[in-house]
Each structure stands twice: as structure tokens, then as C-alpha cells.
């Protein structure tokens, strides 16, 4: 068993250190063919916010050298919505949720940890906001954790780690999340040169071009030592990555993209670093 939150009154004990990166199966409804949640430990949630958000009506996908660029805009049902559909649908997974806190509207993380405490799920990940400074950051947990039992993960943006690692960690976060890739822009999916300027796709950065920011946010914060478990999260696609997760002080993967690009692989690279650890 893995603890993710030791120092939390409810903890948040996983049987497996893989976890079902934020988004990976939907709400719970989308697994790839093959892919078998008791392979995980946990299952994240897409971002949520308070209302339901359409998201990012233009281009949301573009293609980059090793990876790609996805922008949905936080698209989500919204909590009452997801209280209605997708929780009694949890329940069938077997495994412990944990809401996606979205990055776009940190107001709303209070309201929402209310009510998030009134079903049963294993803790909350926010999802810190670009641009976020580490006061900022370390406000946000504090007002989250406060009167709270449900765990907290920090999931914090590579380009700036380790300050926002440290205000997270004092401020009351259960484990940190390392991290989020750094945004980009590259054509859509699809689209052909012309005279006009094309629209662009500006997201965050997935698939394995991510994956080294993660290692490199990730040895930052593990060189902190802040007594808190962490996760390591973006790019992983390789019994490599894993391993070099582990080894850099991870104590759980995320993984997300390889699930969906490489979904026959998942079981055996799974089975792969089980073995070894």
C-alpha cells in the first residue's frame, strides 16, 4: 500500500502507485479498450469548477515534435451535474477519486471542498493556476485545508516548482503533484499554410515532450525534502520515466497520454515496474 496522506486524519492509502492521471478515463466513463482500473491505485477527475464551463469552442488539439498541445478551456458539467451523473458511477471503479480542483477559478475551491466533503471521495487535487505566485499558492491551500478532512494534493507547474512546492507544503498540502508542463502554441490539428494567419492551439504541453520539465520539477522539489509524499505527473510514457520517477523521490506516477496513444503497452509497463519495485 501507498500512503499519500500520512499526515491527514482520513489518509489516502492507494493499493498501487500508478494512478489515473486527471482527465485519463473522463469522468469515469471513457476507459481505453484493454485498460483495467485495478491495475490503479486512484482515479483523478478532469478539472471542476463550480458552474459548468463550455470550454474552448475553437481548434483544441495540435500536434508537436514528441508530444502535442491540448486546450479543452477546463471544458466540465459542473458540480451539480456531476453530483447528478457520475458519482453513483464511481462507485463501480473500485477505486479511491480525487477531484480535480480547475486552475482557472481558485475562488470557487472553497465552495467546492464543502460540498466535495459531502460524498465519499479520497481527497481533492488543486490544480494551481499560471502564473500563480508561491503567497498566492500557499493562501489558496491554507483556505482549502482549513476546517477540512479530505486530503489535499498541490498539483504545482513545472517552470516554477519548487517555490510553489514549499508555500503548498507549509501551508497544509497532504502531497504535491509535480507538475503541470509549461504552455506552448502550434497550428491545429488538420490545418494547411496560407496567406492568412493561422489560428493557433495554446495549451499545455503532453505526451513525452513533457516529460522532461517533470523530471527537472520534480528533482528540484525532491531536493527540498518537505516531509510530504509526491507524484510525479506529465509525459510519463516509459518503464524509463517510471523508473526514473522513483528514483528522483516519486512516491506515485500519473500517467494519462500513454494510456490513450499506447493503450495495449499500459499493462505490461505497469507489470514491468511492479516487478521491479
Given at each position: 500500500?501507498?500512503?499519500?496522506?500520512?499526515?491527514?486524519?482520513?489518509?489516502?492509502a492507494?493499493?498501487?502507485?500508478f494512478?489515473?492521471?486527471s482527465?485519463?478515463?473522463?469522468?469515469?466513463?471513457?476507459?481505453?479498450?484493454?485498460?483495467e482500473?485495478a491495475?490503479?491505485?486512484?482515479f483523478?477527475?478532469?478539472?471542476?469548477?463550480?458552474?459548468?464551463?463550455?470550454g474552448?469552442?475553437?481548434?483544441r488539439?495540435?500536434?508537436?515534435?514528441g508530444?502535442?498541445i491540448?486546450n479543452?478551456?477546463?471544458?466540465?458539467?459542473?458540480l451539480?451535474?456531476v453530483f447528478?451523473?457520475?458519482?453513483?458511477?464511481?462507485?463501480?471503479?473500485d477505486?479511491?477519486?480525487?477531484?480535480?480542483?480547475s486552475?482557472?477559478a481558485?475562488?470557487?475551491?472553497?465552495?467546492?471542498?464543502?460540498r466535495?466533503?459531502?460524498?465519499m471521495i479520497?481527497?481533492?487535487?488543486?490544480?494551481?493556476?499560471?502564473?500563480?505566485?508561491?503567497?498566492?499558492?500557499?493562501q489558496?491551500?491554507?483556505?482549502?485545508?482549513?476546517?477540512?478532512q479530505?486530503?489535499?494534493?498541490a498539483?504545482?507547474?513545472s517552470?516554477?516548482?519548487?517555490?510553489?512546492?514549499?508555500?503548498?507544503?507549509g501551508?497544509?498540502?497532504?502531497?504535491?503533484?509535480?507538475?503541470?508542463p509549461?504552455?506552448a502554441?502550434?497550428?491545429?490539428?488538420?490545418?494547411v499554410?496560407?496567406?492568412?494567419?493561422p489560428?493557433?492551439?495554446?495549451g499545455?504541453?503532453?505526451?513525452?515532450?513533457?516529460?522532461p520539465?517533470?523530471?527537472?520539477a520534480l528533482?528540484?522539489?525532491?531536493?527540498?525534502?518537505l516531509?510530504?509524499?509526491?507524484?510525479?505527473?506529465?509525459?510519463?510514457?516509459?518503464?524509463?520515466?517510471?523508473?526514473w520517477?522513483?528514483?528522483?523521490?516519486?512516491?506515485?506516477?500519473?500517467?494519462?497520454?500513454v494510456?490513450?496513444?499506447?493503450?495495449?503497452?499500459?499493462?505490461?509497463l505497469?507489470?514491468?515496474?511492479?516487478?521491479?519495485h
Amino acid at each position: 500500500m501507498i500512503e499519500l496522506a500520512p499526515n491527514s486524519k482520513t489518509g489516502l492509502a492507494l493499493r498501487s502507485p500508478f494512478i489515473l492521471g486527471s482527465g485519463a478515463i473522463g469522468w469515469g466513463e471513457a476507459s481505453p479498450p484493454g485498460i483495467e482500473p485495478a491495475w490503479f491505485g486512484a482515479f483523478v477527475t478532469p478539472p471542476l469548477t463550480l458552474q459548468a464551463k463550455r470550454g474552448n469552442m475553437g481548434p483544441r488539439l495540435a500536434e508537436i515534435p514528441g508530444g502535442f498541445i491540448l486546450n479543452t478551456g477546463d471544458h466540465n458539467p459542473g458540480l451539480r451535474r456531476v453530483f447528478r451523473d457520475d458519482v453513483e458511477r464511481w462507485d463501480a471503479l473500485d477505486l479511491p477519486v480525487i477531484v480535480a480542483l480547475s486552475g482557472a477559478a481558485p475562488e470557487d475551491w472553497l465552495r467546492l471542498g464543502e460540498r466535495l466533503e459531502e460524498i465519499m471521495i479520497a481527497g481533492v487535487e488543486a490544480q494551481l493556476p499560471p502564473g500563480a505566485t508561491p503567497h498566492e499558492a500557499g493562501q489558496w491551500i491554507a483556505n482549502l485545508k482549513r476546517g477540512r478532512q479530505l486530503p489535499v494534493l498541490a498539483k504545482v507547474r513545472s517552470t516554477n516548482a519548487a517555490p510553489l512546492a514549499e508555500a503548498c507544503a507549509g501551508a497544509g498540502a497532504d502531497a504535491l503533484v509535480v507538475g503541470t508542463p509549461p504552455r506552448a502554441a502550434a497550428p491545429p490539428l488538420g490545418s494547411v499554410s496560407s496567406g492568412e494567419r493561422p489560428p493557433l492551439v495554446e495549451g499545455v504541453i503532453g505526451g513525452p515532450a513533457a516529460f522532461p520539465f517533470t523530471l527537472r520539477a520534480l528533482a528540484a522539489v525532491a531536493d527540498l525534502d518537505l516531509g510530504v509524499p509526491l507524484v510525479a505527473a506529465g509525459g510519463i510514457t516509459s518503464a524509463e520515466d517510471i523508473d526514473w520517477c522513483f528514483r528522483l523521490g516519486a512516491d506515485a506516477v500519473q500517467l494519462r497520454s500513454v494510456l490513450w496513444t499506447a493503450p495495449a503497452s499500459v499493462g505490461q509497463l505497469i507489470g514491468a515496474d511492479v516487478s521491479r519495485h
